[in-house]
């Protein structure tokens, strides 16, 4: 299929990918915390009918230099350039922290049609970097809804990594502590994901070094389904943090941090999630 790019700049600011022929369906793209790397991903997702635009939603102009204390309503913003677009049905991809923002948009943004989360958390965790008076300290939320902070779970600051023998440090350790040292604050800071009336693709791996990605897609899926709401959760004993959808190439290795999968188990949930995430995003044919 032929698409067509353009450079968004200003606020808000990425790439947008659309096919060649129009589209009636388009998502809003949000990298995780290595910051902006969305475009192959909006590419591959134009070739298949879509609209997507891949925005930055921290370190830019105007925007907290870290994720901390980042304004839901900012992000919506790549919600108000689709629509400009004519888009008709509005969905949102994230991947780890841009999971955890995009199911926070479809709680308090009614627009948001379609969910499709890559490794998600089911809770708020604390900022990661500076916010914008350049601190990291205090620690606060990552999030903030209507200039006031979204409740956040504390990470545990007693705990330290168990040394590999490939020298990388897998941080999922830490988020499990985390959980368990502050049971009451980890319940509060749950996304509310039943208040959504969006659809759900939960898409994670078991060997997630990250964070605790399953578990949470886990306890994601069941609120919803209490709750009688369309989710689809699709998982992979072998696959790390970062899938691969169908054309993708592998994910860039990393120096120090430990993702977990391979690039065949991670490009094999990425494979058995593309249909569900199709369908989630394009949405009833007319």
């Not at 020298?167 to 604050?185: K, Q, T, W």
């Not at 709401?229 to 169908?246: E, M, N, Q, S, V």
Request: overall charge neutral; charged content about 20%.
């Amino acid at each position: 299929m032929s698409i067509i790019e353009r450079r968004i700049t200003g606020t808000p600011e990425g790439l947008l990918a659309r096919p060649a022929a129009g589209g009636r369906a388009g998502v809003l793209v949000l990298h995780g915390s290595y910051g902006p790397g969305t475009e192959e991903r909006c590419r591959l997702l134009a070739n298949a009918g879509l609209v997507a635009f891949g925005m930055r939603w921290y370190g830019g102009a105007g925007q907290p230099p870290g994720i901390c204390e980042v304004p839901i309503e900012s992000i919506g913003r790549g919600l108000d350039l689709l629509a400009a677009e004519g888009v008709e049905r509005l969905g949102v991809l994230g991947l780890s922290k841009g999971a955890e923002a995009a199911l926070w948009l479809s709680v308090l943004d009614p627009r948001t049609a379609a969910v499709v989360a890559l490794s998600p958390a089911a809770v708020t965790w604390p900022n990661l970097g500076p916010g914008t008076d350049g601190r990291s300290r205090p620690v606060r939320s990552s999030w903030t809804w209507q200039g006031e902070p979204l409740p956040f779970a504390p990470l545990d600051e007693t705990w330290e990594p168990v040394a590999r023998q490939d020298g990388l440090v897998s941080l999922r350790g830490r988020y499990e502590s985390s959980r368990d040292r502050y049971p009451e604050a980890y319940r509060a800071a749950a996304i509310p994901v039943e208040r959504s009336a969006a659809r759900f693709v939960l898409v994670a791996g078991a060997d997630d070094l990250t964070w605790p990605s399953l578990a949470s897609a886990r306890a994601l899926t069941a609120r919803r389904q209490a709750a009688g709401l369309p989710t689809d959760l699709i998982t992979h004993d072998a696959a790390g943090h970062r899938p691969r959808f169908p054309g993708e190439s592998p994910a860039t290795a990393s120096t120090h941090l430990a993702y977990g999968g391979t690039d065949a188990a991670d490009a094999s949930l990425g494979a058995a999630a593309w249909p569900h995430v199709l369908d989630a995003l394009t949405g009833p044919r007319r």
